[in-house]
């Protein structure tokens, strides 16, 4: 543990053995991916996510998480996060974000993914894509930063340069993660004047940039769950765990431990091999 928030450092173990929670949960996101079409439920999904990570041996990490009611957060169009499956058809055109954890051992992987249906509205995918983008910067980042805020810096860089303007989700934000889904530190989407814990190898965190296309103001329903934007605009969530270890990074719950998306930004992926 360090700081005074007693982070939860790893061992090469114990980051493997989120790995393979990773990859239950970059295969549930594989198989909601191919069922998601107009005219399936966000019930439909939730389905497929509880098989996978079922045949696995896995267990989610929502399910029964503060009476949670599902295995997957599926959320559509103005709902930002926590977005409870159920009845609702899709439609050409929507935005979905998927949510989905799983637990193997006792230790947790956490990710997230937007997918806009056929008929898409070209600024629908250009949120998504900026929201990837944002995330995909955001873990490069930790490859050389010093500190935890080059998180929210490297958000912030990548929403200022697009040629839309988009609102930045601050009430819900980024987590640590390991023994438990959410764990000290928070991973903020935004700068501050506070620079945010050391970045050392054992920390392992989830980074989850989510933007809208108006306001970044938010409210919940009346289920107590879903969020959504207050002034109605679309929004995309997107989401991956990832470790520091003693050579580098590596994306646990992305199926190549992140090495496409980190080339592009002159990072090689280090597993964690050794204890």
Known sequence: MFGRERIEIK?????????????????????????????ATTADLDAVAAAVIAE???TPSFLGYHGYPATLCVSVNDEIVHGIPGSRVLEPGDVVSVDCGAIVDGWHGDAAFTAVLPEADPADVALSETTEDAMWAAIAALATGERLGVVGEA??????????T????????????????????????????ERGPRLRPGLCIAIEPMLTRGSRMTQV???????VTVDGS???????????????????TAADGGAERL?????????????
């Open 234 to 252: 679309r929004a995309a969530h997107w989401e991956h765990t990832v470790a520091i270890g003693p050579d580098g990074l590596w994306v646990l």
């Open 166 to 193: 988009y609102g930045i989700v601050q009430e819900y934000v980024g987590h640590g993660i390991g023994t438990a889904m959410h764990q000290p530190p928070e991973v903020l989407n935004y700068r501050t004047r």
């Open 56 to 58: 696995a041996g896995a």
């Open 11 to 39: 061992t090469g173990a114990q980051v493997r053995a989120m790995r393979r929670a990773g990859l239950v949960v970059a295969e549930a996101h594989a198989a909601v991916l191919e069922a998601l079409r107009p005219g």
């Open 263 to 275: 080339a592009r930004h002159g990072v090689t992926v280090a597993p964690w091999d050794v204890d």
């Open 221 to 227: 329903l009346e289920d107590d769950w879903t969020v």
């Open 155 to 164: 958000v912030e860089g990548v929403v200022a340069e697009a040629p839309t």
